[in-house]
């Protein structure tokens, strides 16, 4: 299986900050690779596919970058309603991996 | 725009079978593959495995040997079956729909496992 591994695990940010998480992968996964925000007790909701395309309705202030194995999700200034779990996805090569996750909190 | 709703067994004891399904409104429910995935609790996601409208699937081989999908196209539901389920799948399940990026999900079910 491929290995997907973000960092860092907690992120302690304020509103207005600029935050860059990231996933790299064991092997490489080309650019088929998925964010996904998720809130308390709520299903994830996908941010941005195949490494850079933005999902709609997603805010412009959430970008991915990458290819290959190193990928980074940033965003560009925090609002109150991006704190919140992010998780990677590969769906390169099955079975499809994700991240350990990365809980962004209030500083 | 597609919706899914889940439903099965929130308890089981171990060595059960988990049964869940999950219904598919809106858009077409061919031309897509249809997949579960579950979260223990306070953990990541892990991916089960998926089904298409042909019956085609693939499963996660960690889960290979328990794990049972299928779908009604005619209803417009996939479900899912765990044997022989122990305190370790103790997680919430969510339907989705998937082949790759996946997108929508369904509402997740808890399903606790007790000994």
């Known amino acids: 299986d491929i290995q997907m591994t973000q960092s860092p695990s907690t992120l302690s940010a304020s509103v207005g900050d600029r935050v860059t998480i990231t996933c790299r992968a064991s092997?490489?996964?080309?650019?088929?690779l998925a964010w996904y925000q998720q809130k308390p007790g709520k299903a994830p909701k996908v941010l941005i596919s195949k490494a850079s395309s933005l999902e709609s309705g997603v805010p412009s202030r959430f970008s991915g970058s990458g290819s290959g194995t190193d990928f980074t999700l940033t965003i560009s200034s925090l609002q109150p309603d991006d704190f919140a779990t992010y998780h990677c996805?590969?769906?390169?090569?099955?079975?499809?991996?994700f991240g350990q996750g990365t809980k962004v909190e209030i500083k | 725009q597609v919706q899914l709703q889940q439903w099965g067994a929130g308890l089981l004891k171990s060595s059960e079978t988990l049964s869940l399904t999950c219904a598919v409104y809106?858009?077409?429910?061919?031309?897509?593959?249809w997949t579960w995935i579950r979260q223990p609790p306070g953990k990541g996601l892990e991916w089960i495995g998926e089904i298409n409208d042909s019956g085609n699937i693939n499963y996660n081989p960690s889960l290979k040997s328990r794990v049972t999908m299928s779908v009604d196209t005619s209803k417009r539901q996939f479900s899912v079956k765990l044997s022989s389920v122990t305190a370790a799948d103790t997680a919430v399940y969510y339907c989705?729909?998937?082949?790759?990026?996946?997108?929508?999900w369904g509402q997740g079910t808890l399903v606790t496992v007790s000994s």
């Open positions: 809106g858009e077409s429910f061919s031309d897509y593959y």
């Open positions: 989705a729909r998937g082949g790759g990026r996946v997108d929508p």
């Open positions: 996805q590969q769906y390169n090569t099955y079975p499809w991996t």
């Open positions: 092997q490489s996964i080309r650019s088929w």
